[in-house]
């Protein structure tokens, strides 16, 4: 079995190498403005695709935001080109070197930006963070198509669209811990916060990672307790808030998940 893989892998090797060939040696044969035309049109069709699987998840930056990313990159890769190509008047005795790759140094670091711009911190959480990294990639796929490396860039798109689409779901079978931030108000006597923290734990698979507190009231009568719980098992953690409903003197204030 291995060695009918290694002996198709070097065959699929060169059948890509071959389809790459064919499809530079057809776009290259079209000239300008119509390469640069398709190369544009490309760059906006994969950041479109990628941003229509963020907006299909309501996402903060989607479908034009993709879009507008992939179209601006290809564009600036373009105009990088066009700017190393052109007949710069010059002196014989010096030699202009123009390096088409210097604005796309400047696109990559300045797309973070733009990606530091969907992540936001909530409830103790940070979120966003795909979708800053899809952008930065749909930014490299955009330079891919401005570049004229098709093939490359229909590949890497069909990637992004696999890690954010199908390995979603593969990453719901996968085990692992979860985090929720639970105020609790109860009656405050000494030691009220080490006996919450061994009520919680009784419970299996929960444990409790951090936990703080804030007596209320003028007499000091009351106690809101802050947990940091960690758990494996949404239903295990269900059942938890199940059972503290249920326990006299003991009021859940707020729960919100951490990311």
């Given at each position: 079995?291995?060695?009918?893989?290694?002996?198709?892998?070097?065959?699929?090797?060169?059948?890509?190498?071959?389809?790459?060939?064919?499809?530079?040696?057809?776009?290259?044969?079209?000239?300008?403005?119509?390469?640069?035309?398709?190369?544009?049109?490309?760059?906006?069709?994969?950041?479109?695709?990628?941003?229509?699987?963020?907006?299909?998840?309501?996402?903060?930056?989607?479908?034009?935001?993709?879009?507008?990313v992939?179209?601006?990159?290809?564009?600036?890769?373009?105009?990088?080109?066009?700017?190393?190509?052109?007949?710069?008047?010059?002196?014989?005795?010096?030699?202009?070197?123009?390096?088409?790759?210097r604005?796309?140094y400047?696109?990559?670091?300045?797309?973070?930006?733009?990606?530091?711009?969907?992540?936001?911190?909530?409830?103790?959480?940070?979120?966003?963070?795909t979708?800053?990294?899809?952008?930065?990639?749909?930014a490299?796929?955009?330079?891919?198509?401005?570049?004229?490396?098709?093939?490359?860039?229909?590949?890497a798109?069909?990637?992004?669209?696999?890690?954010?689409?199908?390995?979603?779901?593969?990453?719901?079978?996968?085990?692992?811990?979860?985090?929720?931030?639970?105020?609790?108000?109860?009656?405050?006597?000494p030691?009220?916060?080490?006996?919450t923290v061994?009520?919680?734990?009784?419970?299996?698979?929960?444990?409790v990672?951090?936990?703080?507190?804030?007596?209320?009231?003028d007499?000091?009568?009351?106690?809101?307790?802050r947990?940091?719980?960690?758990?494996?098992?949404?239903?295990?953690y269900?059942?938890?808030?199940?059972?503290?409903?249920?326990?006299?003197?003991?009021?859940?204030?707020?729960?919100?998940?951490?990311?």
């Amino acid at each position: 079995m291995f060695h009918v893989f290694m002996f198709h892998v070097p065959m699929l090797a060169f059948s890509l190498h071959v389809l790459d060939q064919q499809i530079a040696n057809w776009a290259h044969g079209l000239e300008w403005p119509v390469e640069p035309l398709i190369r544009l049109t490309l760059a906006a069709f994969l950041g479109g695709l990628v941003g229509l699987e963020r907006e299909i998840r309501g996402r903060q930056a989607g479908f034009r935001t993709n879009l507008l990313v992939g179209l601006g990159c290809a564009l600036i890769m373009i105009v990088s080109i066009s700017f190393a190509y052109h007949p710069w008047p010059h002196d014989r005795q010096f030699n202009i070197n123009v390096d088409p790759a210097r604005i796309a140094y400047g696109v990559m670091a300045g797309i973070g930006f733009l990606g530091a711009g969907v992540i936001v911190k909530q409830d103790g959480g940070v979120r966003g963070l795909t979708t800053a990294a899809g952008l930065w990639c749909v930014a490299a796929i955009g330079l891919a198509c401005g570049m004229g490396l098709y093939l490359i860039a229909l590949i890497a798109s069909v990637l992004v669209l696999a890690a954010l689409w199908f390995l979603d779901y593969f990453e719901k079978f996968l085990p692992k811990v979860r985090y929720r931030l639970v105020t609790l108000r109860r009656p405050w006597h000494p030691g009220i916060v080490e006996e919450t923290v061994q009520m919680i734990e009784r419970h299996e698979h929960l444990n409790v990672r951090d936990a703080g507190f804030t007596r209320l009231g003028d007499d000091l009568s009351s106690v809101e307790i802050r947990l940091r719980i960690a758990f494996a098992s949404k239903q295990q953690y269900y059942a938890f808030e199940q059972d503290l409903d249920r326990r006299p003197g003991c009021q859940i204030i707020s729960a919100s998940s951490e990311s």
